[in-house]
């Protein structure tokens, strides 16, 4: 079966939702995805796209569809959590960095509970460093290292090659070439890398 990539942006509100099930969905589906962390917020900008900023009337309805789809996967969360975070792309240099060695994706969902569930800033360094201690790794150390230019570098390359895929968005899976966007693509995503289509 040819590889999910699922290109997730800690600081994306929507992900919350496909990062906190989709170890379910996968044992249920005898399904297998490679985590892809990357900034949604470069994408956006570059687009120009700003979008639940300053339009009230949007972000209470995202976080009533949080809610509701939350409720709908009996995932527990407090809502609204603190929003926009304060340093995207750091949290997300700490992802890429767990995922070569091999905690990332537990550093992820911890992430985002402490987010979700605590109601405290995913992009703050407080928040970060919890969910370090949690994965048992040293927070002095591996911000260290999410900082250092080598990884930098390294987050804005899978950002670029995320663009070159057409990721515009996150949560975003991409199976042979083909993007789907949203939490509730899931399903489609898997179809396509199985039979070619949308079944």
């Not at 927070?139 to 290292?145: K, V």
């Amino acid at each position: 079966m040819p590889d999910i990539d699922f290109w997730y942006s800690i600081g994306s509100t929507y992900s919350f939702l496909t990062i906190m099930r989709l170890d379910d969905w996968c044992a249920e589906n005898d399904a297998s995805v490679n985590w892809r962390p990357f900034n949604v917020r470069t994408i956006m900008s570059a687009q120009q796209n700003v979008p639940f900023a300053g339009k009230p009337v949007k972000s209470a309805y995202m976080w009533r569809d949080i809610e509701r789809r939350a409720a709908k996967y009996h995932i527990h969360a407090q809502l609204p959590a603190p929003y926009p975070i304060s340093d995207l792309p750091l949290a997300n240099q700490v992802a890429l960095l767990g995922m070569g060695d091999g905690w990332g994706k537990d550093f992820t969902q911890t992430l985002y509970r402490i987010w979700f569930e605590d109601s405290i800033d995913a992009g703050s360094e407080a928040a970060i460093s919890e969910a370090l201690h949690r994965c048992q790794q040293d927070p002095r150390l591996i911000l260290a290292r999410a900082r250092s230019p080598d990884t930098v570098a390294t987050l804005e390359a899978e950002t670029e090659q995320a663009v070159k895929l057409g990721v515009f968005g996150a949560p975003s899976l991409v199976v042979n070439g083909e993007v789907f966007w949203g939490d509730d693509r899931l399903d489609d995503a898997l179809s396509w890398a199985r039979v070619g289509h949308v079944a």
